[in-house]
């Protein structure tokens, strides 16, 4: 068995990203001698990890508590985070104790939220369970919840202590979910690694096999290129910035869609719009939005949205987090791999470059 890679995220407080497989007993040294309670937020369908978990933890000697939440986005509510603050208020839960996340990018967020606002910060291990999970939303210390007017508006910033991304828990993972965590592999080659671009162009079959060493690969190259950008950026007040390339648009889709809308497909629709963005303003040539859409296609991710949608999903982006009082901003593309910077690009122009990605 091939050794576990590990991937170092710099900063003030700086941790480790794991990938690999079999890293379960790497959670009791995460988690502390000093945390006797450990509380681990899980959704249903991950029972049985769970209980591998909690075993875990017992045998090293801690008192697990495991919290069952809503699969994806819906756990991604204040009423959710309150419900986990009753429990850990009931435990009498100690800043010395810790949170586990085990599941995808919506439980990472809402479980780095609670171990977030806890006595204002206790200790946070990511065991990421999804594609997207481990490219993403475990990795570089965004944590939140989800308001009526919009996504991730409500959070914090707060590194995990460890994340461990055990490559087995992809081997069932549906393919619409493997697909979603593609986008954001997609986005890590388009604005800072090409390499990503031609490893998934060169072999499309292999990118779904989950013990194979393409995707071990991609999953390693998209998690050094977060952790590059986060290490000198944990707050977003600059650099960060890039990594919501797609993302203005991806996130007006989701709140549009009420969240029924899978994160990646939404971010696949933004990828391209955001390409068309940049072309149109002569920043990004032809070819380079062409290998948006080819590439997401062969992916099976959509490239296009509805474009009766367009009032409401202009109206979503005006409350996006890089917005500036009524000034929009984007993150385009001079040239793949160079991402830069757009503010206040005119409603009219918005809405001829949409027309370009509206079915």
């Given at each position: 068995?091939?050794?576990?890679?590990?991937?170092?995220?710099?900063?003030?407080?700086?941790?480790?990203?794991?990938?690999?497989?079999?890293?379960?007993?790497?959670?009791?040294?995460?988690?502390?001698?000093?945390?006797?309670?450990?509380?681990?937020?899980?959704?249903?369908?991950?029972?049985?990890?769970?209980?591998?978990?909690?075993?875990?933890l017992l045998a090293a000697g801690h008192r697990p508590m495991l919290a069952v939440v809503p699969d994806g986005e819906p756990a991604k509510t204040v009423e959710v985070a309150a419900a986990l603050w009753g429990l850990l208020g009931r435990a009498r839960f100690t800043r010395s104790d810790a949170v586990v996340a085990l599941g995808g990018g919506a439980t990472t967020d809402?479980?780095?939220?609670?171990?977030?606002?806890?006595?204002?910060?206790?200790?946070?291990?990511?065991?990421?369970?999804?594609?997207?999970?481990?490219?993403?939303?475990?990795?570089?210390?965004?944590?939140?919840?989800?308001?009526?007017?919009?996504?991730?508006?409500?959070?914090?910033?707060?590194?995990?202590?460890?994340?461990?991304?055990?490559?087995?828990?992809?081997?069932?993972?549906?393919?619409?979910?493997?697909?979603?965590?593609?986008?954001?592999?997609?986005?890590?080659?388009?604005?800072?690694?090409?390499?990503?671009?031609?490893?998934?162009?060169?072999?499309?079959?292999?990118?779904?096999?989950?013990?194979g060493p393409v995707l071990r690969e991609l999953v390693e190259r998209a998690v050094r290129v977060k952790a590059e950008v986060v290490g000198q950026d944990l707050r977003e007040s600059g650099p960060r910035e890039v990594l919501n390339y797609g993302h203005t648009l991806g996130h007006a889709i989701e709140r549009v869609e009420d969240y029924g809308w899978r994160h990646g497909?939404?971010?696949?629709?933004?990828?391209?719009?955001?390409?068309?963005?940049?072309?149109?303003?002569?920043?990004?040539?032809?070819?380079?939005?062409?290998?948006?859409?080819?590439?997401?296609?062969?992916?099976?991710?959509?490239?296009?949205?509805?474009?009766?949608?367009?009032?409401?999903?202009?109206?979503?982006?005006?409350?996006?987090?890089?917005?500036?009082?009524?000034?929009?901003?984007?993150?385009?593309?001079?040239?793949?791999?160079?991402?830069?910077?757009?503010?206040?690009?005119?409603?009219?122009?918005?809405?001829?470059?949409?027309?370009?990605?509206?079915?």
């Amino acid at each position: 068995m091939r050794a576990p890679t590990t991937v170092r995220v710099a900063g003030a407080t700086p941790y480790d990203v794991v990938v690999g497989t079999g890293l379960l007993g790497m959670l009791g040294e995460l988690v502390g001698d000093g945390a006797s309670q450990v509380l681990v937020v899980h959704p249903a369908g991950l029972a049985g990890a769970a209980g591998a978990v909690e075993r875990g933890l017992l045998a090293a000697g801690h008192r697990p508590m495991l919290a069952v939440v809503p699969d994806g986005e819906p756990a991604k509510t204040v009423e959710v985070a309150a419900a986990l603050w009753g429990l850990l208020g009931r435990a009498r839960f100690t800043r010395s104790d810790a949170v586990v996340a085990l599941g995808g990018g919506a439980t990472t967020d809402l479980a780095g939220f609670v171990a977030a606002t806890w006595l204002r910060g206790v200790r946070l291990v990511a065991l990421p369970t999804t594609l997207l999970g481990m490219v993403d939303a475990a990795v570089g210390g965004k944590t939140g919840v989800n308001t009526e007017a919009g996504k991730n508006l409500v959070g914090a910033f707060h590194p995990p202590v460890g994340v461990l991304c055990d490559l087995a828990a992809l081997a069932t993972l549906p393919a619409p979910e493997l697909a979603s965590g593609l986008a954001e592999v997609v986005k890590a080659g388009l604005v800072a690694d090409p390499g990503i671009l031609d490893l998934m162009r060169a072999d499309l079959g292999k990118l779904t096999d989950p013990s194979g060493p393409v995707l071990r690969e991609l999953v390693e190259r998209a998690v050094r290129v977060k952790a590059e950008v986060v290490g000198q950026d944990l707050r977003e007040s600059g650099p960060r910035e890039v990594l919501n390339y797609g993302h203005t648009l991806g996130h007006a889709i989701e709140r549009v869609e009420d969240y029924g809308w899978r994160h990646g497909a939404a971010v696949s629709v933004g990828l391209v719009f955001a390409a068309e963005l940049s072309h149109a303003v002569g920043r990004l040539d032809a070819a380079g939005v062409e290998l948006h859409r080819s590439l997401l296609d062969r992916l099976g991710l959509p490239t296009t949205y509805d474009g009766s949608r367009w009032p409401e999903l202009l109206d979503a982006m005006r409350v996006d987090k890089k917005a500036r009082g009524e000034v929009l901003r984007f993150v385009v593309l001079d040239a793949i791999g160079r991402p830069g910077r757009l503010e206040g690009p005119d409603d009219a122009l918005l809405g001829r470059v949409f027309e370009r990605v509206a079915s």
